[in-house]
């Protein structure tokens, strides 16, 4: 795994050191990306740099070092991520050309250029089996190419600094830029309150975009005019919903032994693949199903134990340690365990703005970067079981969204826009006062009432994910995007599934992994990722995925032929801490600094006396708000972080 960065000028404003020192000022910024070397590559005949930080997994000689150059110099390429197939690609190239025999070192970069000068750029892109993003400059036709992996696991921002059409893996590369312009883009800026990240193509900045998972970016440079709209030129090489209807339309009439035995060799297959390295691996084990999964397949074809990973915490009801311990232990694994105490993961906090560079608010940053750093002290690699609540129906949306669909559909819309606004009226505190509820049962009926007054699946969906509905929080609108419905023959369970996994997805679980573990130069790797397995799942039926209000019926049939089921069956825990009841007692004075009218009213972009309200409603017990305010609150340290 690497850090990639590097610029184009449209004239020559340089010279040929200064575009050195500023390429490698970029370069420094994305050292943690890339600790163990760092390499820059210029053009001689025209104002271009491609710069390189390399965290060294496979070939770790000087063979492996980038950026790369082709055989025939006519490539070169700064590239970061893993091609889990790129031994199979090599052998296609030795049967069909004669670019294997000069492929120099054991790399999967040198096999990606090999197949480029063999088949072409676009060809060889829809063979990449992996996790990856890269910059490829073809120095014949004088074109910039930009690709990115089809689940959206490695980042690339692409944009525009003054003249200087640039590239990096993180955005804190270009604040090295000296014609960078920090203007926020006040659209998407909005678009993050409603969700709580930022979705490609869209950035934090205006004239910098994400390019998107599946997409590719080609820029003949003598053509390119300053500050064009390069999202207009992306295009995708790749489409889940195409890959969704394709399954959809040839169900499996198999019996549920057979695919589940299918699953399970190409499940295999996945993570086999994951574990080739030249350095040391190990694995996440939470203790729920998905990375448990994951470890039972890593240890049946391993000869020595796995090494895997956990972190614990000491409030009741947030602590899975316990579970990956047993797990370990019955699948014979060398278990790795570190007890974070609250101030551990306080400590964290005042990183997260330079650790995500924009404004991210899911919670679970905080424990995924403590594991990444507890399993770095061992290990280069680890594997982790991200996928597959959004591949086969993990969330509790995936289970209780149907419901209240179904609800909202068996009334008439008057009587249902009625009641949700009577229910909206009613204080929390009295719900909860009427009910006896200890649970926070009044803003959960709040949220139910809510969702009745929608007549759509998207909006349901929408409003599930949404953390933000109050209009009076900003001055204009978010992003307004069309989720779509990729086949007419969906359940709107399997529709959440789809949105989930194009969605939040990349951009909010993949972010905070990709961001978290590489903070500490970790190469997390995910075999529930694989695309393959993502064609695999909607060729099977629902009720292989829920059934009798229980999500991931595949994995959970598949985990129980390596662990007995009482060591994991147990109600989804999810990966957190408890934010409601720090933001009411340790981490109160930090918030309140944050939340302040000064610190609110300071940049002019927000709502202060709607904040200030919730977060006063949080103080005094009247609900739970710490979603909501976890947005402001990433965003207020950021902004005074970068701003």
Request: aromatic share 10%; charged share 25%; proline share 4%.
């Amino acid at each position: 795994m690497c850090g990639i960065t590097g610029f184009y000028s449209i004239k020559a404003q340089r010279s040929r050191a200064q575009m050195q020192d500023i390429a490698k000022a970029m370069n420094t910024a994305l050292t943690h990306r890339g600790p163990d070397s760092g390499g820059i590559w210029q053009d001689p005949d025209t104002h271009l740099v491609l710069a390189h930080r390399r965290l060294s997994i496979l070939d770790l000689s000087n063979d492996g070092a980038q950026p790369m150059v082709s055989r025939s110099e006519r490539y070169v390429i700064s590239y970061n991520g893993e091609i889990y197939n790129f031994r199979e690609l090599r052998q296609m190239l030795e049967n069909e050309t004669a670019e294997a025999d000069t492929i120099k070192g054991q790399s999967d970069t040198a096999v990606i250029l090999a197949a480029i000068e063999a088949w072409g750029f676009t060809r060889t892109l829809k063979k990449l089996n992996g996790m990856f993003a890269f910059a490829l400059w073809d120095r014949k036709t004088r074109t910039l190419h930009f690709a990115r992996d089809r689940m959206g696991k490695k980042p690339l921002y692409i944009g525009w600094s003054g003249r200087d059409v640039f590239f990096a893996s993180e955005l804190k590369a270009v604040h090295n830029h000296p014609d960078f312009i920090q203007k926020i883009h006040t659209t998407a800026m909005h678009g993050y309150f409603s969700k709580g990240y930022i979705e490609a193509p869209h950035c934090i900045y205006e004239n910098i975009w994400q390019l998107p998972p599946a997409h590719f970016l080609s820029i003949e440079v003598d053509k390119l005019q300053t500050e064009e709209n390069l999202a207009a030129k992306m295009k995708a090489y790749w489409s889940a919903a195409e890959t969704l209807a394709a399954g959809k339309d040839n169900l499996s009439t198999k019996t549920d032994e057979q695919m589940l035995d299918e699953f399970e060799v190409l499940f295999a297959q996945c993570v086999q693949e994951r574990m080739i390295a030249d350095v040391p691996l190990g694995a996440f084990l939470s203790g729920g199903i998905d990375s448990a999964s994951v470890v039972a397949l890593m240890q049946k074809s391993n000869k020595s134990a796995v090494k895997t990973y956990t972190i614990g915490f000491e409030e009741n009801g947030f602590n899975e340690a316990p579970f990956a311990a047993k797990i370990a232990a019955h699948l014979g694994c060398e278990h790795h365990e570190h007890m974070c105490s609250p101030q551990d993961a306080r400590n964290i906090i005042p990183k997260l703005p330079d650790i995500y560079d924009e404004p991210f608010a899911d919670i679970s940053a905080i424990p995924t970067f403590l594991v990444s750093q507890f399993a770095r002290k061992e290990v280069s690699v680890a594997l982790s079981g991200d996928g597959g609540d959004e591949l086969l129906g993990g969330y509790s949306r995936h289970i209780q969204g149907p419901k209240i669909q179904r609800l909202s559909q068996s009334m008439p819309k008057i009587i249902r826009h009625g009641l949700s606004h009577a229910l909206q009226k009613m204080p929390v505190n009295t719900l909860d006062k009427i009910t006896k509820s200890h649970s926070q049962f009044g803003s959960k009926l709040h949220k139910v009432a809510d969702i009745l007054s929608l007549d759509s699946d998207e909006e349901i969906y929408t409003r599930l994910i949404t953390k933000w509905t109050e209009p009076p929080l900003f001055e204009t609108h978010g992003l307004q995007t069309t989720l779509g419905t990729p086949h007419a023959d969906l359940s709107f369970a399997e529709k959440m599934m789809f949105w989930d996994s194009v969605g939040y997805l990349p951009h909010n679980i993949l972010t905070k992994v990709d961001r978290a573990s590489m903070a500490v130069g970790l190469e997390a790797r995910a075999p529930l990722l694989d695309t393959r397995l993502f064609e695999f799942v909607w060729t099977l039926p629902l009720k292989n995925k829920i059934k009798s209000g229980q999500g991931k019926i595949l994995l959970r049939q598949l985990l129980k032929r390596y662990v007995p089921d009482n060591l994991f069956d147990r109600p989804k825990q999810g990966f957190s801490i408890p934010l409601a009841q720090w933001l009411r007692e340790d981490l109160r004075d930090w918030a309140d600094t944050l939340l302040s009218e000064d610190a609110l009213n300071k940049h002019g972009l927000l709502n202060t006396k709607t904040i200030r309200n919730v977060w006063q409603a949080h103080i005094d017990g009247q609900g739970n708000h710490s979603d909501k305010l976890w947005t402001i609150l990433m965003f207020q340290a950021w902004h005074q972080r970068w701003m």
